[in-house]
């Protein structure tokens, strides 16, 4: 089973295909999903003391994770908002399983390029467990 997601416009984000169907297939062809997520010191710190396996559990006011699928997106919250916020802002690039992945449909959270994953906080350790290989930090902001 493929990651894919209906999409109207025909303007794919970079990393993404159009599939005859009209939607966008998220998956690589080694089976798994490449996902960003704009994080903050605090959150990248405790990810690094996972091995750099692992989102740290939510906070009590924070109910979703929210993984991204494009870069440029997740550039822009690293820059604009974590750096504001603490001072910092990271690009993550991770891997997860496709098939694991495709249960979380694609949410358009604003324009036709911000689209995120929505995890309930109580999914994160099973969504961990189908992380494949490390989770990286691709930029940096300050």
Known sequence: MNAVVPLAD????FGLTLIPSGE?????????TVLWRP???EELALVRESGWRRWPPRL???PIFYPVLNEDYAIMIARDWNVPASGAGYVTRFRV???FVSRYPVQQAGGKTILEL???AEELDGFNAHIVGLIEVVH???
């Open 10 to 13: 025909p303007s794919v984000p």
């Open 24 to 32: 966008v297939d998220m998956s690589s062809g080694d089976g798994t």
């Open 39 to 41: 994080t903050g010191p």
């Open 60 to 62: 009590p006011d924070q």
């Open 97 to 99: 399983e496709s098939q």
């Open 118 to 120: 929505w995890v309930p």
């Open 140 to 142: 940096e902001f300050h």
